[in-house]
């Protein structure tokens, strides 16, 4: 597979497709032998051949159709310190959480997905040996018995039929002079290719989409764990303004306004349950198990967030298996253009046959009833109503579709990274900003609570507080989850791998 660089160094040519009042080449091939003396024309054929045969070759891609790669990226991300590159097929282990490792191994075993992708590379691989077995000899044997009389088939009169039994061995094999089977083996070959491409990009998906989902699980623990203790938190504010309400320090609007609180969080944290177990079910069917059988248990959130370098563009375009396999798919379909040109030209076939045939069974086997046969076949239709002339250009559309799809491949790729480069830079600035709000939030419900048990402020003032460090912790929470998110979406977005930066 050839590896993409900052520019493309394909040579440049317009894709060949006949317009419906041009002149094909069998037609100008026609036009030009008519020129010759008449003793040339003998050569006819042949010449005519060697003509149309020039005009055979897949056309070259235009490199103005394509994108070209840009030097850098535009956001280089947080100044972290990079960490040690792992294998692309283990870009997990640097989060340093086991039971990541576990779940995604899981993955890689059972997903129905990979599977299917699995699937479809046996298959491209088939298709590619079927496509090389046709440019070898093709050998056969067969047997058989007919029972024929008149028609000058015997040299016995009508009425007295004969028994033929026969037995043989043949063989034929197609001279590809033209080049048709190689351009169709080629492209089968990169069909396979992008197959192979396309299943790297399903098991990276999957992957990162295992990752994002337990990450969320275990964000989604740890909100739950938060909000728990705020319950708790506030079931104690319940209990002092009860006690208050009791001593007839406040009013009972004070009492319902606690309650409230309580009831509202407690509320949330059902919630955040229900999402959960979401998650849960969303891994189970990511990992291939039933969703009834499948838990992960809930422990403290201390999965490490590694720092992933970008690098430079052109090496993540040639590491990402997307990008690789629309290529691929974008040469073999150059290929069909050649491949459809080539039917413009002759067939040529070698056949031979070799065995014995008689009239007696007893007699098949003797060496008086050897017979055999070789042949040379030629064939090139004449008039086919337009079949090839709309091949060729049903080809150089399908080449036309495929380069737009290489493209839209590349810049989709170059958006990825781009994106998940600024998330994680603006992400780290609102993490800091986060932590300066939940430090100040904090130090406010403290102040309140102990100016709320003086009677200097009102329970209002508390409650208020009070939720405001809640909405602020659960903030910090929802930043340092999209960190997470980010930080996997980005390593999908390379491709799986990438470079330490010195």
Same mark, same amino acid.
């Given at each position: 597979?050839?590896?993409?660089? @900052? ?18 080449? /069998? ?20 010449? %005519?051949?060697?003509? $149309? ?12 159709? %394509?994108?070209?790669?840009? *030097? ?5 991300? @947080?100044?972290? !310190? ?24 899981? *993955? ?15 298959? &491209? ?85 295992? /990752?994002? /989902? ?40 004070? $009492? ?7 009831? &509202? !969080?407690?509320? =949330? ?7 959960? !177990? ?30 992933? @370098? ?26 069909? $253009? ?87 830079? %603006? ?7 986060? =932590?300066?709000?939940? !430090? ?16 200097? $402020?009102?329970?209002? =003032?508390?409650?208020? *507080? ?8 659960? /903030? ?27």
């Amino acid at each position: 597979m050839p590896r993409l660089s @900052p520019e493309p160094r394909i040579r440049a040519m317009k894709t060949f497709v006949t317009p419906a009042n041009s002149v094909t080449p /069998a037609k100008a091939g026609a036009q030009f032998l008519q020129t010759f003396p008449t003793p040339a024309k003998a050569a006819a054929p042949l010449l %005519l051949a060697l003509i $149309v045969a020039g005009c055979a070759t897949p056309p070259p891609i235009d490199p103005a159709s %394509l994108p070209v790669t840009p *030097a850098a990226f535009k956001e280089q991300g @947080p100044r972290f !310190t990079a960490v040690t590159p792992q294998p692309p097929q283990e870009w997990w282990r640097a989060f340093g959480d086991a039971q990541l490792d576990e779940l995604v191994a899981r *993955a890689d075993r059972s997903n129905t997905t990979i599977q299917v992708a699995a699937a479809r590379l046996v298959q &491209s691989r088939a298709l590619l040996r079927q496509s090389r077995a046709q440019q070898l000899p093709q050998v056969g044997v067969n047997a058989g018995v007919q029972r024929i009389d008149g028609l000058g088939l015997t040299n016995l009169p009508a009425g007295h039929p004969v028994t033929i039994y026969t037995a043989a061995a043949n063989a034929s094999y197609e001279a590809d002079l033209f080049g048709k089977l190689a351009l169709a083996t080629k492209a089968s070959s990169l069909d396979a290719a992008a197959s192979e491409s396309l299943l790297r990009d399903a098991k990276l998906v999957i992957e990162a989409d295992v /990752a994002q /989902a337990y990450l969320a699980l275990r964000a989604t623990d740890e909100e739950r764990n938060l909000v728990r203790r705020t319950v708790d938190a506030y079931r104690g504010t319940l209990d002092l303004t009860e006690r208050r309400y009791r001593a007839g320090d406040v009013a009972e609007l004070d $009492v319902a306004r606690a309650r409230a609180q309580v009831a &509202s !969080t407690e509320s =949330d944290a059902l919630a955040l349950d229900r999402r959960r !177990t979401e998650i849960e079910h969303s891994i189970a069917v990511l990992v291939g198990e039933a969703a009834s059988s499948f838990s992960i248990d809930e422990r403290a959130w201390d999965t490490a967030l590694p720092s992933i @370098p970008a690098g430079v563009p052109a090496a993540v375009l040639a590491r990402r298996p997307d990008v690789q396999a629309a290529q691929a798919s974008m040469l073999a379909a150059q290929s069909r $253009v050649g491949v459809a040109k080539a039917a413009w030209l002759p067939d040529i076939t070698l056949t031979g046959t070799g065995g014995f045939a008689s009239s007696q069974i007893e007699d098949l086997f003797r060496f008086s009833a050897r017979a055999w046969g070789i042949g040379l076949l030629a064939s090139l239709p004449i008039f086919d109503g337009g079949r090839r002339e709309a091949g060729v250009q049903f080809a150089g559309g399908e080449m036309e579709v495929a380069i737009a799809r290489y493209r839209e491949q590349v810049l989709v790729a170059l958006r990825d990274v781009e994106d998940q480069l600024a998330a994680l830079r %603006l992400l780290q600035e609102q993490a800091q900003a986060q =932590d300066r709000a939940v !430090t100040a939030a904090a130090r406010a419900t403290t102040l309140s609570g102990i100016r709320y048990r003086d009677g200097i $402020v009102s329970q209002l =003032d508390l409650l208020d *507080a009070q939720r405001s460090e809640l909405l602020n912790r659960r /903030a910090a929470l929802e930043v340092r989850s999209a960190q997470y998110q980010a930080t996997v979406g980005l390593v999908r977005a390379l491709g799986g791998g990438w470079e330490v930066q010195s």
